[in-house]
């Protein structure tokens, strides 16, 4: 668990990794004995809890059509709001924040804004369980997991549902004694939760009818637009990460956008919105301005380790030049996400995502996006110029975007060129980054020798990456890896 200070306020939002697994049991459950389970060599001290939840969501249920939940809870242990988000494939996330108004706090909105933009979230459910929980502990009386038997309340526009079910929650130890809790469970007559969540269950005919419709809405086979819902569902994710300043989070809505955009140029003929392209453009700018300075301070701060201790002065002015270009980044990049600006972009990838446009066949396009990066190539190789080779590197970032919306159809063949075009990608990459930070040096060390050493010897490693640069061409171009088209 960590806690995050939200940008411009002193209120703190506990995060937390949530391991659990649900299970439905009948009205005459009893609990069997899980001493022996795993490590459990005891279960004593179960408490008591009367919980009273209260769930909100938009009108159509965009937080659960989403895989959230976000709650007000009184009684229990952990009193307070509530939201639960994917975690990575083993728990979900939860967001826990004390207070106990009727209004969603704002620190929590932040983080599903992406998804609700501008609806209101008001009480779609209420729940009231009755708990008894019982900790499982090993030889030593540390608490492996915590086991719940709940009797279940649900009301929901006007509809009152009653159930029972336990929650095992994984607490300590190895989590191997979930499987162990499980057989025991299986025995004893329960069986796999039929809804991720309680109120899942208690919204499940109206989840479902609205599922049915964003599923009737999206539905499409066409590649490109497989590809941009991707790209979309990727903003989404890595929105509330970014907003954190989460440096995967932050380079990964970064690339997301830049497919995007790079989509809509590809296929501009079948979309002809460039002003869609101009506010990926934007977005991917403030993005950069957190990402770009993150990368430059590990780059030169390995560059000055490199040079030996008598140059830790310059890393201190590096490292302090950069530190402030990215707070500052990072403060930009959260006004802008919660800007009109933003929800408006988010609501037009929507609508771009659901058109049924006649697209140009995709192998086409992507060999001749590639064969225009190819001579962009030559003639920057030719010439030298700087500026044309960082314009070539764009081009075939384009062209190997173009070539991951056949990947799904063409397989190795079209991973296999991939890989040869990032690889060629990387190349041009680290002869402008050496560009980049060279300029960054040039800025801070005016007339300083230390800056003069490290200037030429960045110099030195853009000649390097620019020399290897002919052969990642050469691969990329062969035959063989070239067979997707």
């Known amino acids: 668990m960590h806690d995050v200070v939200t940008p411009g306020t002193m209120v703190k939002v506990e995060i937390a990794t949530e391991t659990e697994r649900k299970y439905d049991v009948p009205d005459?459950?009893?609990?069997?004995?899980?001493?022996?389970?795993?490590?459990?060599?005891?279960?004593?001290?179960?408490?008591?809890?009367?919980?009273?939840?209260?769930?909100?969501?938009?009108?159509?249920?965009?937080?659960?059509?989403?895989?959230?939940?976000?709650?007000?809870?009184?009684?229990?242990?952990?009193?307070?709001?509530?939201?639960?988000?994917?975690?990575?494939?083993?728990?979900?996330?939860?967001?826990?924040?004390?207070?106990?108004?009727?209004?969603?706090?704002?620190?929590l909105v932040g983080v599903v804004r992406a998804i609700v933009r501008r609806s209101p979230l008001a009480p779609v459910a209420r729940l009231r369980t009755h708990r008894v929980e019982t900790p499982l502990k090993d030889a030593g009386g540390r608490t492996l997991a915590l086991v719940a038997q709940d009797q279940v309340r649900a009301e929901s526009a006007g509809v009152e549902t009653v159930w029972q079910e336990v929650e095992v929650e994984f607490v300590a130890g190895d989590p191997a004694v979930l499987d162990a809790v499980e057989e025991r469970l299986f025995a004893a007559g329960a069986r796999p939760a039929r809804g991720p969540s309680k109120v899942s269950r208690a919204l499940a005919d109206r989840l479902a009818a609205e599922k049915d419709k964003a599923k009737t809405k999206g539905r499409t086979k066409d590649p490109v637009m497989v590809y941009a819902g991707e790209q979309r569902d990727a903003i989404l994710a890595h929105d509330p990460g970014a907003r954190q300043g989460d440096e995967r989070s932050v380079h990964q809505m970064r690339v997301a956008t830049r497919r995007l955009r790079s989509t809509l140029k590809t296929y501009q003929k079948s979309f002809p919105e460039s002003d869609l392209r101009d506010e990926l453009r934007w977005l991917a700018g403030v993005l950069g301005d957190v990402r770009d300075p993150q990368v430059l301070e590990e780059k030169l701060l390995a560059l000055v380790e490199e040079a030996g201790p008598e140059f830790e002065p310059a890393a201190d002015r590096v490292r302090t030049h950069l530190e402030k270009a990215i707070a500052t980044g990072r403060r930009d990049l959260v006004t802008a996400l919660d800007s009109g600006r933003y929800l408006d972009l988010l609501d037009r990838i929507d609508e771009l995502v659901t058109q049924r446009p006649r697209t140009a066949d995709p192998a086409k396009r992507a060999r001749k996006v590639l064969a225009k990066a190819d001579l962009k190539l030559d003639a920057a190789l030719e010439s030298?110029?700087?500026?044309?080779?960082?314009?070539?590197?764009?081009?075939?970032?384009?062209?190997?975007?173009?070539?991951?919306?056949?990947?799904?159809?063409?397989?190795?063949?079209?991973?296999?060129?991939?890989?040869?075009?990032?690889?060629?990608?990387d190349g041009l990459g680290a002869y402008q980054d050496s560009n980049v930070a060279r300029g960054v040096l040039r800025e801070l060390g005016k007339k300083s020798f230390q800056f003069g050493v490290l200037y030429g010897r960045q110099e030195q490693v853009g000649r390097d990456e620019l020399a290897k640069v002919p052969a990642l061409a050469r691969k990329a171009r062969r035959r063989k890896v070239r067979r997707v088209f």
């Open 28 to 107: 005459n459950f009893q609990l069997p004995d899980l001493v022996g389970a795993g490590e459990v060599a005891g279960s004593d001290g179960a408490e008591i809890h009367d919980l009273d939840a209260t769930y909100f969501d938009t009108d159509d249920l965009r937080l659960m059509r989403n895989r959230r939940t976000l709650r007000k809870r009184s009684g229990g242990n952990d009193a307070g709001w509530h939201l639960k988000t994917p975690g990575d494939g083993v728990g979900r996330t939860e967001h826990r924040l004390d207070g106990d108004g009727d209004t969603v706090p704002d620190e």
């Open 384 to 425: 030298g110029v700087e500026e044309e080779i960082h314009d070539s590197r764009k081009g075939f970032k384009q062209a190997r975007y173009a070539v991951e919306i056949l990947e799904p159809e063409q397989g190795k063949a079209a991973k296999r060129l991939i890989n040869a075009l990032t690889d060629l990608q």
